[in-house]
């Protein structure tokens, strides 16, 4: 069968060989990729896998460059209904280089790994649809690297092109949620994008992009790929007393963000060693995560934004101390951070159900949620359509609020499975 020869580090790449057809060679070239060889890798390895992959523009940069997305599924282009969606997003900070490559690898590495026949990749493509967005701020990863890994500053490329920190540039939805919490039937998602944001704030292209993004596909996970710290962090960002900016702010999901959490920064080398050594703060005791608000508070984080105007749960990656780390370092960045992007993108489909039903702890949608179960395993192969049309009455029902008895009952049986079933995959 296939075997895998590891090229010397030194030479920064990895090789794919002993393919018999001569079709499916692939070399990872562990190396910085400047933005149009980017777009290159990317619209190759799309054509490679172009049954299961495809490339897409969610917009364009200040300076007209494309904020270019890979799509990874087993139909790409088309939303299969139940199968989750998750987007990974580096670079959003122009000079926290790191994301950005380990993203172009491992759009690589999910092809020739899908070509090759490696169950753990198939499942997971086949179960879950993957968008990735290795840059977010190509206008300003261009200004870091020509000033290069030695003399890049903790500041220059961080911004986009209109110096603003696109990391600040989403509506704050954090604050209307503190207003309104104290309300009966007060709602933690959907919240709406207010008035004043559009006339107030300028609002740069790649943040406008991104929201129109997170409105286009229903997606469930996300991480955000950045550099500076080693640990994980999740919202809320902004902490909930305006006087105090260092105070724990957890969200209403807070054990699934948790959860989250501690997928990435377990599976990683050394995030969740207490022996490593930090950056200045220390997160070595917390097991390597921590909730925003309480490493340092700020508003119009993208983060916050997803959790609250959406149902998607972001985490705030933060790869290593070094924002642009040496080109010698990328190869062993990988192979620290490959086990880590997996398992995210294996947390999605195992708990796919207990988070949503986590997200809004509502009985119905558990319900709605147990009989899809039911529908999708027994007979979506066979009845598609029968499925889609048994979806689209429980969704109409849901939106009358008709629930019977009956689903309130199937609520509570799904609950403890998925519950159980969640717990059991975890261990
Ligand atoms: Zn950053």
Redesign the pocket.
């Known amino acids: 069968m296939f075997s895998r020869t590891f090229l010397p580090s030194e030479k920064q790449e990895v090789a794919f060989a002993n393919i018999s057809d001569g079709g499916i060679f692939t070399i990872i070239q562990f190396t910085y990729h400047t933005n149009s060889q980017m777009y290159g890798i990317l619209k190759k390895t799309a054509s490679k896998c172009s049954h299961i992959s495809q490339t897409y523009s969610i917009g364009r940069s200040v300076e007209g460059k494309d904020l270019l997305a890979i799509e990874f599924s087993d139909n790409p282009g088309q939303h299969d209904l139940l199968e989750p969606e998750i987007k990974l997003i580096g670079n ?2 122009g000079n ?1 280089v790191l994301g950005r490559q380990l993203l172009i690898y491992l759009a690589q590495y999910l092809c020739s790994e899908y070509l090759l026949g490696n169950e753990r990749i198939q499942t997971v493509i086949n179960t879950t649809r993957i968008h990735i967005l290795p840059s977010m701020n190509p206008d300003g990863y261009e200004i870091a690297a020509s000033e290069g890994h030695e003399y890049n500053g903790w500041t220059s490329g961080r911004a986009n092109a209109q110096n603003l920190d696109l ?1 600040r540039n989403f509506p704050d939805l954090t604050s209307i949620f503190y207003n309104r919490r104290r309300f009966r039937h007060f709602r933690s998602d959907h919240i709406p994008i207010p008035e004043s944001y559009w006339l107030n704030k300028v609002v740069a292209p790649e943040t406008y992009a991104v929201m129109k993004w997170i409105r286009s596909f229903p997606f469930v996970i996300s991480a955000s790929l ?3 710290e080693l640990v994980i962090s999740y919202p809320f960002d902004l902490s909930r007393h305006p006087q105090e900016d260092r105070m724990y702010s957890p969200t209403p999901d807070e054990q699934i963000f948790r959860q989250l959490a501690r997928t990435y920064a377990d599976a990683h080398a050394t995030m969740s060693n207490n022996d490593t050594e930090r950056c200045g703060a220390s997160f070595a005791n917390k097991g390597g995560i921590t909730n925003g608000a309480q490493w340092y508070s700020f508003a119009g984080g993208m983060s916050d934004f997803n959790y609250l105007h959406s149902n998607c749960y972001e985490i705030t990656v933060e790869l290593g101390c070094d924002k642009f780390p040496s080109e010698m370092e990328l190869y062993p960045e990988w192979l620290r951070n490959k086990e880590a992007l997996l398992s995210l993108m294996e947390f999605v489909s195992s708990c796919f159900y207990w988070v949503l039903l986590g997200a809004n702890h509502k009985l119905q949608q558990a319900g709605l949620l147990f009989l899809l179960f039911i529908s999708s395993n027994f007979f979506k192969l066979i009845f598609t359509e029968l499925h889609r049309t048994l979806a689209s009455i429980i969704e109409a029902q849901m939106k009358s609020r008709k629930i019977s008895k009956i689903l309130k009952t199937l609520t509570l049986i799904s609950l403890i499975q998925y519950l159980y079933f969640c717990r059991v995959s975890a261990n």
Do not use: I, L, Q
């Open positions: 959003m900070h926290e990391n950045h550099g500076g």
